[in-house]
T-cell receptor
Framework: QQPVQSPQAVILREGEDAVINCSSSKALYSVHWYRQKHGEAPVFLMILLKGGEQKGHEKISASFNEKKQQSSLYLTASQLSYSGTYFCGVGTDSNYQLIWGAGTKLIIKP | NAGVTQTPKFQVLKTGQSMTLQCAQDMNHNSMYWYRQDPGMGLRLIYYSASEGTTDKGEVPNGYNVSRLNKREFSLRLESAAPSQTSVYFC??????????????FGPGTRLTVL
């Protein structure tokens, strides 16, 4: 079942902060975050694994709450280049193939 | 190092026509994937290949076939295109294939319209 992302869209001024959430109805083993700009391919941001391991973008942080089956992506002091649609992909204990959320559209205005 | 390449970039088909989407990667990755992306639905896995010589169905395989030609190349075939297959198709690859911590690298996509 597709994870639920919230909000669906958010508009910020440059320099403001944003939080994007990803929730699953199944127990998660991994959460992958990607950003996609219009007409382009998704680009890797971060992976969070059960047990606390993380790897990814230096300027982006994220959390993974295994009990709540949720992950949040934190974008601080947003820049114009952060605009795009953010997707989470989740892997469960029984399936390492990712199921993707519908995306959160982030618009940064100067 | 081109990463993941896809051809063609755009394609228009008539209902019932067939075509093959090509994908190649030059990162020596073991695993390759085909996704479709529709508005408001995110990415959905069509087929994947965990290693050379193997292919498996994903979430939405009906109407598609795949071939892992060698380690570099993974093609997606539509035998008889239908309007419901109008979508953007992305190929991706990853190094390990059977682990949760694998980063996927995406190609630029093929925009397919079926009339």
């Amino acid at each position: 079942q597709q994870p639920v992302q919230s909000p669906q869209a958010v508009i910020l001024r440059e320099g403001e902060d944003a939080v994007i959430n990803c929730s699953s109805s199944k127990a998660l083993y991994s959460v992958h975050w990607y950003r996609q700009k219009h007409g382009e391919a998704p680009v890797f941001l971060m992976i969070l694994l059960k047990g606390g391991e993380q790897k990814g973008h230096e300027k982006i942080s994220a959390s993974f709450n295994e009990k709540k089956q949720q992950s949040s992506l934190y974008l601080t002091a947003s820049q114009l280049s952060y605009s795009g649609t953010y997707f989470c992909g989740v892997g469960t204990d029984s399936n390492y193939q990712l199921i993707w959320g519908a995306g959160t559209k982030l618009i940064i205005k100067p | 190092n081109a990463g993941v390449t896809q051809t063609p970039k755009f394609q228009v088909l008539k209902t019932g026509q067939s075509m093959t989407l090509q994908c190649a990667q030059d990162m020596n990755h073991n695993s390759m994937y085909w996704y479709r992306q529709d508005p408001g639905m995110g990415l959905r896995l069509i087929y994947y290949s965990a290693s050379e010589g193997t292919t498996d169905k994903g979430e939405v395989p009906n109407g598609y076939n795949v071939s892992r030609l060698n380690k570099r190349e993974f093609s997606l075939r539509l035998e008889s295109a239908a309007p419901s297959q109008t979508s953007v198709y992305f190929c991706a690859s990853s190094e390990g294939g059977t682990t949760h911590g694998d980063t996927q690298y995406f190609g630029p996509g093929t925009r397919l319209t079926v009339l």
